[in-house]
């Protein structure tokens, strides 16, 4: 009799943070994972937890912005592993300033690895997953995806697509056995901060975005641990009763609330109206 086999999940944005720790939490589980960063010889971190738990990682290069190479990276592992079972969309990167500051460029580039990067890699899993009636596509967005915050109109705009492309594709997807969900974390202690694109200072926008930034920091000395938001992904892409909308702690769930029960958007922009309330105009 022929061994049923192990089911593989393909995850981007795995060289630290809570996509490393997801890879971590999801081999640890069973699975085959094939864990993508741009750069592998960056992923010594992910190769010491990996090795620290007791097995190895498949790891592979990926720059999720480019077209061409997810399509290959995809094609190698169906002809290997007979496909991906499950999609994780983590790759991701932030932006600090507001629309005046923003080039069209720096929207472009939200827009290239935000929300068209995990839409190419969606599109290149589903025939596999559609054929076999069974698989899991879960898109890291973020409470940005649901709650427009000031300084991050690329950043939110971005996360906001994404997550509308993704419920929109869930009900259809479903009729084939795929499961299609979002996961939102809140701040998250990782290298998401330090590899953010940052606006100018000075200017007219400076001192609101200094208290911007000064609540930002408040939040990140706070902020929920890689592990416990990588162990949250693994949770929900493991999960039996699954749901579209996901976060990762309480924090998240009470923040990404603001916006799902604001019928006219003022509870949103009232609290996030304090958040610059320190800065003079």
Known sequence: MTAPRTDVA???????????????????????????????????????????????????????TDHAAAADL?????????????????????????????????????????????????????????????????????VGGAVGQPFAEAYCGAKFAVEGFMQSLAVVAERFGVRVGVIEPAA??????????????????????????????????????AVDAGAAIADAVLADAFRFRWQTSERATAFVGLSLADIDGEGVLSATRQWISDGIV
């Open 74 to 142: 995809v094609a190698a592992i169906e002809a290997e592993h007979g496909g991906v079972d499950v999609l994780v969309n983590n790759a991701g990167r932030g932006n600090v300033a507001t629309a005046e500051q923003l080039t069209m460029e720096q929207v472009r580039a939200q827009l290239e690895i935000n929300y068209l990067a995990p839409v190419n890699l969606t599109k290149l899993v589903l025939p596999g997953m559609r054929q076999r009636r069974r698989g899991t596509i879960l898109s890291v967005t973020s």
């Open 10 to 64: 393909l995850i981007t944005g795995t060289s630290s943070g809570m996509g490393m720790h997801a890879a971590v939490h999801l081999a640890r589980r069973g699975l085959h994972v094939v864990a993508t960063m741009r750069d592998p010889q960056r992923g010594e971190r992910l190769r010491a937890a990996a090795a620290e738990a007791g097995f190895t990682l498949d790891i592979r290069a990926l720059d999720v």
């Open 188 to 225: 998250v202690a990782s290298d998401f901060v330090a590899n953010v694109d940052r606006a100018e200072r000075g200017g007219p926008y400076e001192p609101l975005l200094a208290a911007y930034l000064a609540r930002s920091s408040n939040s990140f000395a706070t902020a929920q641990s």
